[in-house]
């Protein structure tokens, strides 16, 4: 069965200073990962996407992933956090044998702080 | 980024209770999926529907949950009986096609509480 482990529930940084949220996935045949941000009361945000090709993807308000196949991690980050990047982070792996439904990660709630 | 919107945004019903969420999918977008998540719990596939049939469902979705469209248009998901455990957020997920590379995008989520 896939699986997603975020292995921090909480990640805590100084605004301006560099954002990593980490991922890792147990998956068979090839992965299809994604990133989701929600922020309070609000749903999943698509963020990213890693499908082939690049090992670094690029998503929406300046964050990227960095997709590591020999340790099966696919880890979001942002050169420089804002207050506003304060949110849920939720990863997810494609199950490509049961339907595409996403399998989600726990989570990891990020605070920024100014 | 398309939108998915749900009805309605918060739902308090007593148990034993039938509800219907509701959700209004982007436009060509034909693939549907309903995910939950309760409180400080991950978030989890329940079912995915296609051509009005159900693609592939959970252990979650028994035969308490139902998913239609009923006007071709608007995706429902209904829950004949509710239970306390029932409580949760309901996400209502919509994509253009069913492969693993399509992005399925959701909608703000029913938060639904069983008394």
């Known amino acids: 069965a896939q699986s997603v482990a975020q292995p921090e529930d909480q990640v805590n940084v100084a605004e301006g200073n560099p954002l990593t949220v980490k991922c890792t996935y147990s998956?068979?045949?090839?992965?299809?990962l994604f990133w989701y941000v929600q922020y309070p009361n609000r749903g999943l945000q698509f963020l990213l996407k890693y499908i082939t090709g690049d090992n670094l993807v690029k998503g929406s308000y300046g964050f990227e992933a960095e997709f590591n196949k020999s340790q099966t991690s696919f880890h979001l980050k942002k050169p420089s956090a804002l207050v506003s990047d304060s949110a849920l982070y939720f990863c997810?792996?494609?199950?490509?044998?049961?339907?595409?439904?996403?399998?989600f990660g726990g989570g990891t709630r990020v605070l920024v702080k100014p | 980024e398309p939108e998915v919107t749900q009805t309605p945004s918060h739902q308090v019903t007593q148990m034993g209770q039938e509800v219907i969420l509701r959700c209004v999918p982007i436009?060509?977008?034909?693939?549907f999926y309903w995910y939950r998540q309760i409180l400080g719990q991950k978030v989890e596939f329940l079912v995915s529907?296609?051509?009005?049939?159900?693609?592939?469902k959970s252990e979650i979705f028994d035969d308490q949950f139902s998913v239609e469209r009923p006007d071709g248009s608007n995706f429902t998901l209904k829950i004949r009986s509710t239970k306390l455990e029932d409580s949760a957020m309901y996400f209502c997920a919509n994509a253009r096609l069913a492969g693993p590379t399509d992005t399925q995008y959701f909608g703000p989520g029913t938060r639904l509480t069983v008394l």
């Open positions: 436009s060509n977008h034909l693939y």
């Open positions: 997810a792996v494609r199950d490509v044998a049961a339907g595409n439904k996403l399998t």
């Open positions: 998956v068979s045949g090839n992965p299809y």
């Open positions: 529907f296609y051509n009005n049939e159900i693609s592939e």
